[in-house]
């Protein structure tokens, strides 16, 4: 079974997609039944949680539901090819923020609007789309209409361990600076001990390094391009920013997690 150009997601949608294709009515709930939706997804904890729902969802549709778990960057580009192709070895995808605009204008998706207005009442009740985050539906939008819906959304923040940081005579401010981070991290820092400043991520990839990276390079005032389009990687703010956050790792982070590469 393959449904032409319907991939959903967004860093991880997929159990709640299914519902709002089989809620539309129970005769296409009915035509589906006995068969098998494979779906390419991350192999991250949410996406384990979804597979432990699945028999839930084929007990409930009658759908048998096979998964192809990938690391992200591996995923991205199969199924990329695999779309961009007509490929179709996935009948339902995870895919981002990133990705979505992109294949919406390429007509790789399509929109899912259709979908929620043939929704019965009840349906549309138990899938409230007006509680999803404004912010995250316009992230998973193209010309204004929706093309994925989200199993998860991701933010960024700072944690950091209080008691470590009381035994050590530190506190953290209200809205610390990237250099007090550092220096917090620096102080923590203790290889003997199996103890390490900080953790952050330094695979090559979009989700494994560039956007964690790009929200360093924001607070330096850098940015990856212009408003014309212009590459910014050798501006003043992009190096200090992007030199900072590789030796932030290779002073105070795991040595696994340092990125074999320098921008000095």
Known sequence: MRLSRLAMG??????LSLAVLVGASSARTSAYRGQTLTIATVNNPDMIVMQSLTSDFTKKYGINVKYVTLPEN???QKVTSDVATGGGQFDIATVGTYDVPIWAKNKWLVSLQPYFAKLSPAAAKAYDLSDVLPKVRLGLSYNGSLYAVPFY??????????KLFAAAGLKMPLHPTWDQ???FAAKLNSPSANRYGICLRGLPGWGEFGAPLTTVINTFGGEWFNLKWEPQLTSPAFEAATNFYVNLIRKSG??????PMSFE
């Open 254 to 259: 795991e040595p696994s997690h340092s990125p």
């Open 181 to 183: 981070v550092a220096s």
């Open 10 to 15: 967004l860093c991880g949608v997929i159990v």
């Open 74 to 76: 591996t995923l991205r």
């Open 153 to 162: 959304g991701e933010s960024s923040m700072t944690y950091y361990n209080k």
